[in-house]
């Protein structure tokens, strides 16, 4: 009969051994190559995109989106307060902020809205601190939930994972957590069962963390052009005037729409228009012509240079 404490060692081994292989470890590099190795062809048409996710997605920037694309473009959405894959596909975990996300003209409940099959994309957001997400949320497991069912509803769905970012104040550093980040965590963990499972027709990367690190290392290095000099100048501000360090304001929202505009449609936005409205119809705060063509001009040339994106290179 075995002992207390040899039992008691042997799950601290069983334990020990199903964290570093079920969360421990990412998927290698090689793996992921060869499932980013053919991009997309672009599409031919303008689309109709499905949006899930939280405050980082919001209203705005998918608003903005729909008018950077042009007449055509359609999306509806299904928004909580930092939600997870997992709680937007559990029936009875609660969705934090869901009445007031979504009391708006654009929500359509996302599994009976994805299982029409009516839409040519899909963007799949995970709640942030990622490794919070990886720990308690299954987020690898619920990615690929979510990408297979939209998979079933409509094979020729494209389905975009959007990386977002952390707090500007994070205390490992936040360009050093973005430069981790994506490999470690969005790729590495986050996507590694549905890579594995489809690598023939994986889970492409809209990557917005990846655009603001190199933004916020133009304007470090060159002081910035005007009404942009720093990365905090898209970020929003609380009421009392104190600094937002996770959401974005109007400026911040343009950038993040530019880049769902480079990855779905396979489009340089140089040039595009960048006076635009809110959601809500009103006239958001435009960045000034210096800044939306830094914010154009950063956003192609990281699309362009991130295989995962499914862009051409």
Same mark, same amino acid.
């Given at each position: ?27 290698p590099?090689?793996?992921?190559a ?7 062809t ?8 499905y ?6 997605v ?14 055509g ?8 307060w930092?939600?997870?894959?997992r709680?937007h ?6 969705? +934090?902020?869901? %009445?007031a !996300?979504?009391?708006?003209? #654009?929500?359509?409940?996302a599994? @009976?809205?994805?299982?029409? /099959?009516?839409?040519d994309?899909?963007?799949l957001?995970?709640m942030?601190?990622i ?20 998979r ?14 952390? +707090?500007?104040? %994070?205390p !490992?550093g936040?360009?050093? #957590?973005?430069?981790?980040?994506? @490999?470690?965590?969005?790729? /590495?963990?986050?996507?590694a ?22 933004l ?12 942009l000099k720093?990365i905090?100048?898209l ?28 990855v ?16 809500d119809?009103?006239?958001a ?12 001009k ?16």
């Amino acid at each position: 009969m075995f002992k207390p404490v040899l039992i008691l060692g042997l799950l601290g081994l069983a334990a020990l051994a199903w964290w570093y292989f079920g969360t421990s470890r990412k998927l290698p590099a090689d793996t992921v190559a060869a499932a980013y190795a053919t991009p997309l062809t672009a599409p031919s048409a303008t689309l109709s995109v499905y949006h899930l996710g939280h405050s980082l997605v919001g209203r705005d920037m998918p608003a903005m989106l729909e008018q950077l694309a042009g007449s055509g473009h359609s999306h509806h959405s299904q928004l909580g307060w930092g939600t997870s894959l997992r709680e937007h596909w559990e029936p009875d975990v609660a969705i +934090n902020g869901f %009445d007031a !996300e979504n009391a708006h003209s #654009r929500f359509k409940p996302a599994r @009976d809205a994805l299982a029409t /099959g009516s839409y040519d994309a899909v963007v799949l957001t995970e709640m942030v601190e990622i490794k919070d997400a990886i720990k308690y949320h299954d987020s690898s497991k619920y990615l690929k939930i979510w990408a297979d069912f939209v998979r079933q509803a409509n094979p020729e769905a494209r389905i975009y994972l959007y990386e977002s970012w952390h +707090n500007l104040d %994070d205390p !490992e550093g936040w360009l050093v #957590r973005l430069d981790r980040d994506l @490999d470690t965590y969005w790729i /590495g963990k986050v996507l590694a069962d549905d890579l594995k499972a489809h690598p023939e027709n994986p889970v492409r990367v809209i990557p917005g963390g990846q655009v603001m690190a190199r933004l916020a290392r133009t304007l470090l290095d060159s002081g910035g052009v005007a009404g942009l000099k720093q990365i905090e100048d898209l970020f929003a501000k609380h009421p009392d005037g104190t600094q937002d360090t996770i959401h974005l304001n109007d400026q911040g929202a343009y950038l993040i729409a530019l880049t769902h505009y480079a990855v779905l449609y396979h489009l340089d936005p140089k040039g595009l228009p960048h006076t635009l409205l809110r959601a809500d119809g009103t006239p958001a705060q435009a960045p000034t012509q210096e800044a939306a063509e830094l914010m154009q001009k950063t956003v192609w040339e990281v699309v362009t240079s991130m295989p995962c994106t499914g862009v051409a290179q």
